[in-house]
């Protein structure tokens, strides 16, 4: 399967009308306000706001497996 | 605005990220204080633990391998890693002392937490090239059930002193694994509640099988439907708490943020862990990942006599090299298969015996990447505006 490029998943996933800060829910800003998640989206959003959090490629790793 | 310019914006933005060269999980000793009823660790792994040259060796050469450009991160990882005493640490603090003049070389402590004192918070807090993670099964009646002294009795209690002590220091880590088995995969709410109420950031790992976990498997094991209603479970917890943002919970957060990508983070979901994962025994012996430690078949070398080079043209990591979506029956067709990549080579390996299959958890997978996709576009769709 061809690899979406950035603006056809986003807009598959949330449509072309969403703006951050329509966005209610606390648990989703978090999640949104991650800073790999900003840096992909930041474009696509007025109000996106631009945090310093680590970049974690690590993080599926936990930092161990148990 | 044009799609260049977007994509170009993008990549400007993420210019400043840091490159990232193999993160070395390191093993000093499979030793361990605790019997935990699911340790993945084979009776074939290392014994022994890890001398001053294999120490020396492992950290310079594979920092030497990584560059000046890419950062190496080193887990400490075990067995106990704490049972090798602070002088340990120190002596790494010293090794990479010089080569961190020229290298970017950062630090993580994989512990089960009982160990923790004072002296060695100092030690980590001083050093910010460290950080800790601990391991913690839910609340005491939960914990003690499965991370137990070798002697017996729980090990809860130190455990929470150490979180006590860790929490009154600026920086040092602390987030915690859990792991989810029959014990307790039907206490999500009381999971998510505990660590919420202790301020504790967590993530659900679930059992692998091997080691230990083989040994008291049905005591232990979790079926893949299980797994998924668990983490549908804790995510509608966590997702619909007013108070939910005040807490990290994994993989939840991480699987969101790579349906939202669609580029997955870390080495469950890479389309190339073998890229980005080694793991170093106590006698030097280099695996794939720790959780490969003992298994033959998938021994690379010894980094005592081998250069890094010579131990990654193994073939043994040709094969893993190329185990892809492509390669796997039933994954072609799979709409998530861009963030899965067919899960964890040693999750599929255990159970099926070969690493060209899925994940023994694909079906949770599915199951979860489905119901948080479904919740986070419901959530949008009632905030259009």
């Given at each position: 399967m061809k690899e979406q490029n950035c603006e056809e998943r986003v807009v598959k996933i949330f449509g072309e009308e969403v703006e951050k800060r329509n966005i209610q829910n606390p648990v989703l800003r978090?999640?949104?306000?991650?800073?790999?998640?900003?840096?992909?989206l930041f474009k696509y959003w007025d109000h996106f706001d631009k945090h310093n959090d680590t970049y974690e490629v690590y993080a599926d790793l936990g930092i161990g497996d148990y | 605005m044009g799609r260049f310019i977007i994509l170009y914006a993008i990549s400007f933005y993420m210019g400043d990220k840091k490159q990232k060269g193999f993160t070395v999980i390191m093993k000093p000793t499979h030793s361990c204080n605790l019997a935990c009823k699911y340790c993945y660790i084979e009776e074939s792994a290392e014994k022994g633990v890890m001398s001053q040259t294999t120490l020396e060796n492992s950290i310079e050469k594979i920092v030497l391998f990584n560059g000046e450009e890419k950062e190496t991160h080193f887990i400490w990882h075990g067995g106990e890693p704490l049972l090798m005493g602070i002088d340990f640490f120190e002596n790494i603090r010293d090794i990479q002392k010089n080569l961190g003049k020229?290298?970017?070389?950062?630090?993580?402590?994989?512990?089960?937490?009982?160990?923790?004192?004072?002296?060695?918070?100092?030690?980590?807090?001083?050093?910010?090239?460290?950080?800790?993670?601990?391991?913690?099964?839910?609340?005491?009646?939960?914990?003690?059930?499965t991370r137990a002294y070798k002697g017996g009795g729980g090990s809860f209690d130190d455990v929470m002193r150490g979180i006590d002590l860790i929490k009154e220091r600026e920086r040092v880590g602390g987030g915690v694994i859990a792991v989810i088995t029959q014990i307790n995969i039907d206490h999500f709410s009381e999971l998510y509640n505990f660590f919420k109420a202790n301020h504790i950031n967590f993530k659900a790992n679930p059992l692998i099988r091997s080691g230990e976990a083989n040994k008291n498997y049905n005591q232990m094991t979790i079926s893949p439907k299980?797994?998924?209603?668990?983490?549908?479970?804790?995510?509608?917890?966590?997702?619909?708490?007013?108070?939910?943002?005040?807490?990290?919970?994994?993989?939840?957060?991480?699987?969101?943020?790579?349906?939202?990508?669609g580029s997955p983070v870390g080495c469950n979901y890479s389309k190339s862990c073998q890229n980005n994962f080694i793991s170093i025994g106590p006698l030097g012996d280099v695996y794939p990942c720790g959780r490969f430690d003992g298994i033959q078949e998938f021994k690379y070398g010894n980094i005592n006599s081998n250069s890094v080079e010579n131990l990654l043209n193994n073939p043994s990591r040709k094969l893993l090299l190329q185990r892809g979506v492509e390669t796997i029956e039933g994954c072609s067709?799979?709409?998530?298969?861009?963030?899965?990549?067919?899960?964890?080579?040693?999750?599929?390996?255990?159970?099926?015996?070969?690493?060209?299959?899925?994940?023994?958890y694909c079906t949770s997978y599915k199951m979860i990447f489905d119901h948080i996709k479904k919740a986070i576009k419901k959530e949008i769709n009632l905030r259009v505006k």
């Open positions: 978090k999640i949104l306000d991650n800073q790999r998640i900003n840096s992909f | 020229k290298y970017k070389i950062s630090n993580g402590i994989q512990t089960n937490g009982t160990l923790l004192n004072p002296d060695l918070l100092d030690f980590i807090e001083k050093n910010r090239d460290f950080y800790l993670g601990l391991s913690l099964d839910g609340p005491r009646e939960l914990h003690n059930q299980q797994y998924g209603h668990f983490l549908i479970d804790l995510f509608d917890t966590w997702f619909y708490d007013p108070e939910g943002d005040k807490i990290s919970v994994d993989p939840l957060e991480k699987i969101a943020g790579n349906l939202i990508t067709p799979c709409e998530y298969k861009q963030i899965c990549n067919a899960g964890c080579i040693h999750n599929a390996y255990m159970v099926n015996g070969q690493v060209n299959e899925k994940d023994y």
